[in-house]
């Protein structure tokens, strides 16, 4: 009988090699961290982002 999903098992951990190692540590060297604040305000002023959300007590819920 021919079963009418797909099966997927699980695959077993692979260590990752050297050099997926050392490209990790070269773009971490060469990208500064985020604010993850700053970065959303930013994305708002470019977007207009939050003007797409309505406060709970405008909602008319």
């Known amino acids: 009988m021919v079963q009418p999903f797909l099966t997927i098992s699980s695959l ?3 260590e990752e090699p050297p050099s997926l190692l050392r490209l990790n540590n070269r773009i971490k060297q060469l990208l500064s961290p985020v604010d993850l604040t700053e970065l ?3 994305i708002d002023v470019r977007t207009g982002l ?3 959300f309505a406060r709970v007590s405008e909602s008319g819920a």
């Open 12 to 14: 077993e951990k692979q």
């Open 40 to 42: 959303l305000l930013e």
């Open 50 to 52: 939050t003007h797409e």
